[in-house]
């Protein structure tokens, strides 16, 4: 019989699991037990504290609270940290799985755009265990205690889980609250400036495309609370990945459609995502914009090198690669875009960090040449605050795990929202059109935490 989360016989059931364990000093040890169901969205991450990731479509919502052990590193070399960091972690790591759920204990781990990036609190890259972590799959729910080893039994995990659970969210409460825009960063006119040189560089041959990013702040008429956000970026982006991380001063908010890698055993994938249209409300014009989409030589400028590149970027890793003849259209809530998915098969000892280092950051929010992209980024003042356009995921004990890019994204902090949004500058890029992509993709986020009402004025004004 499975007993909800909060029922005094999960926490008998996974003290008894846990206390089964002996782990040594300083090494890890996780116990999972099978809890019932807590029904469709699965837990409410609480305001803070916490890291949540979801897939509706794909019925997959984690909910990490507390933290067992964190980790962060930064620079050139933050990869093959990770991985070096990632093998002893695993060496010793102990896991009671009492009820056969098969499901492995993971850490989370986040990392902002450059290896230098640092804003708004974040470490450069950030690994965190949860010390609990609720899961919700197709195939059932579990609660997973993790703690650091020290001689003892692991009564004070338990306690604090005891107390974690307790506070997790129940309800949704309101999301709607009227934002006021505040402030574009960079404004209009130098962001407009910067997509015009973009284009007469690339029309001058000195790089193919480069992605630009915008910032824009709103501000609520009060505290905005995770717990109504959540669910609310969940029903109206079901296909998206949906994820919250708490930080010192705020949560990063985010529905992501871009998956920068999913690694099963040694099956990777991993999405080219590039090229815009909006979504419109008949079916004729829905389609009629996605012929378009289709059709557009701009946008195969845009959707083609991210294609090449990741295939570029996989091809030493892989005994094989598969790579789609035509690119598939993703429709999501407010936008389509171009989507193809490369799978491949990694070779024996490749892991989950180098596969990252070889693809971060594609040219769906870099650009290509991937290095001279990144140094015109530098050169003309590209900022991105808050891991925008670098990746939030999770790595399992066996070396599973799954990245998605930092995209749809929002900074909140109390009543104060930062959205944040980018375009693919090509040889036929308008700038005013690129503009108008960037708010559409703003809309995103907007429309979750505004009333419809008044974020209509708000899109329209410019900053």
């Known amino acids: 019989m499975l007993f909800p989360l909060d029922h005094p016989r999960t926490l008998e059931r996974l003290g008894a699991a846990a206390r089964s364990l002996r782990p040594p000093p300083g090494g890890l040890a996780s116990a999972t037990v099978a809890v019932a169901s807590p029904g469709e969205t699965g837990w409410l991450p609480p305001d803070g504290g916490c890291v949540a990731w979801s897939q509706p479509s794909r019925e997959l919502n984690l909910l990490g609270l507390g933290s067992a052990l964190g980790w962060s590193s930064g620079g050139s070399g933050r990869f093959a940290e990770l991985e070096a960091h990632l093998g002893g972690l695993r060496q010793g ?188 409300a008949s079916a004729a014009e829905d389609g009629r914009l996605e012929v378009g989409l289709r059709t557009s030589g701009k946008i195969g400028q845009e959707h083609h090198p991210v294609v090449t590149s990741i295939a570029r970027q996989l091809l030493p890793l892989c ?47 870099g650009g290509a040449p991937r290095q001279t992209a990144l140094a015109w980024q530098s050169r003309h003042g590209e900022l991105r605050g808050a891991w925008y356009a670098g990746a939030v995921g999770w790595i399992a004990r066996d070396g599973d795990g799954e990245f998605s890019v930092v995209l749809r994204s929002a900074w909140i902090s109390g009543n104060s929202v930062d959205l944040f949004a980018g375009a693919g500058i090509v040889a036929e890029s308008d700038p005013d059109a690129e503009l108008g992509e960037t708010e559409l993709k703003l809309g995103a986020m907007l429309d979750v935490l505004d009333q419809a009402h008044d974020a209509e004025p708000a899109r329209r004004q410019r900053g």
């Open 93 to 280: 790591w102990q896991h009671a799985d009492p009820d056969g759920t098969g499901l492995e204990p993971l850490a989370f781990v986040g990392f902002a755009y450059g290896p230098g990036d640092r804003a708004e609190g974040f470490p450069n890259l950030e690994l965190r265990i949860p010390e609990l972590l609720l899961a919700r799959r197709a195939t059932g729910a579990t609660v997973t205690l993790t703690w650091v080893g020290d001689g003892n039994t692991p009564g004070a995990a338990l306690s604090r889980a005891a107390a974690r659970i307790a506070g997790i969210a129940q309800s949704a409460g309101s999301a709607h609250l009227p934002l006021e825009r505040v402030a574009a960063m960079p404004s209009d006119e130098i962001w407009l400036a910067r997509v015009r040189q973009a284009v007469a560089d690339i029309r001058g041959g000195h790089l193919d495309k480069v992605v630009l990013s915008r910032r824009v702040r709103f501000r609520a008429p009060e505290p905005i609370g995770i717990p109504a956000v959540v669910p609310a970026c969940q029903a109206r982006f079901p296909d998206c990945t949906v994820f919250a991380w708490s930080h010192p001063g705020g949560m990063l908010l985010g529905a992501s459609p871009e998956r920068l890698l999913a690694l099963r055993g040694r099956q990777v994938v991993s999405d080219a995502i590039a090229g815009t249209a909006a979504r419109a």
């Open 319 to 365: 005994e094989s690669l598969d790579l789609p003849d035509q690119p598939k259209v993703l429709k999501l809530a407010n936008a389509q875009h171009l989507w193809s998915a490369i799978a491949g098969r990694l070779k024996p000892g490749v892991g989950i960090a180098e596969v990252l280092a070889r693809l971060h950051p594609t040219p769906a929010v």
